[in-house]
């Protein structure tokens, strides 16, 4: 089966980094445009970044240009989000999600059929 599995997630200081990924099993990952999404308690889910299948198109929201960075390593079938610089607000449950039908990556979650468990980032003093 289809499965998308989110990991790295954690507790880290305003200003420090981490490292998502988000392993694929059951199918090819470089088939997929992947996307990384976030949700705060009683707010709307939010794109934060996508990736073609390619690999040739990104996009970043507004709030994280500068900070977060999008990679696939089609060796591994695993997608990445670093995020660095992070912020009280970037405070999460971080979710990848996948989908083979999308010609360029996009923002809008309901491109995205496909989505894993997801992993929780605090960033807090």
């Known amino acids: 089966q289809l499965q998308l599995v989110e990991s790295g997630g954690g507790l880290v200081q305003p200003g420090g980094s981490l490292k998502l990924s988000c392993a694929a099993s059951?199918?090819?990952?470089?088939?997929?445009?992947i996307g990384w999404f976030r949700q705060a308690p009683g707010k709307e889910r939010e794109g934060v970044s996508c990736i073609s299948s390619s690999g040739g198109t990104t996009n970043y929201a507004d709030s994280v240009k500068g900070r977060f960075t999008i990679s696939r390593d089609n060796a591994k079938n695993t997608a990445y989000l670093q995020m660095n610089s992070l912020k009280f607000d970037d405070t999460a449950v971080y979710y990848c999600?996948?989908?083979?039908?999308?010609?360029?990556?996009?923002?809008?979650?309901?491109?995205?059929?496909?989505w894993g468990q997801g992993t929780q980032v605090t960033a807090s003093s």
């Open positions: 999600a996948v989908s083979r039908w999308l010609g360029v990556c996009s923002l809008n979650s309901q491109g995205y059929p496909y």
């Open positions: 059951g199918f090819t990952l470089v088939e997929y445009a």
